[in-house]
């Protein structure tokens, strides 16, 4: 039974960064596929990015290619979401999620949901 916990979200204005970091434990975090989805208010939950076990491939959706980048440390058992050029539309809370493939985050049915970390971005 892995918990997943976000940190390092926040205010930040259009252009700006952030970087949200995931820390897990209770599991074998290096066997997980890892990644990160958004709710916005009165969305519904989306993907944002995932990265593979060993951390060779990764996935992001269209909206953030060439923004974000998704990577981890298993040494640390953390995976982390570097974003950039932040846009308001960016606003919402993000969820760390591990499953136990490629297939399952891409479904958005992944085994383990982190509690989310808001991010807002003001233009």
């Known amino acids: 039974q892995a918990q997943l916990v976000e940190s390092g979200g926040g205010l930040v204005q259009a252009g700006g960064s952030l970087r949200l970091s995931c820390a897990a434990s209770?599991?074998?975090?290096?066997?997980?596929?890892m990644g990160w989805f958004r709710q916005a208010p009165g969305k519904e939950r989306e993907f944002v990015a995932l990265?593979?076990?060993?951390?060779?491939?990764?996935r992001y959706a269209e909206t953030v290619k060439g923004r974000f980048i998704i990577s981890r440390d298993n040494a640390r058992n953390t995976v982390y979401l570097q974003m950039d050029s932040l846009q308001p539309e960016d606003t919402a809370v993000y969820y760390c999620a591990a499953g136990a493939s490629i297939g399952s985050l891409e479904l958005g049915q992944p085994a383990y949901w982190g509690q989310g970390t808001q991010v807002t971005v003001s233009s």
């Open positions: 990265i593979s076990a060993s951390g060779s491939s990764t």
């Open positions: 209770g599991g074998t975090f290096s066997t997980y596929v």
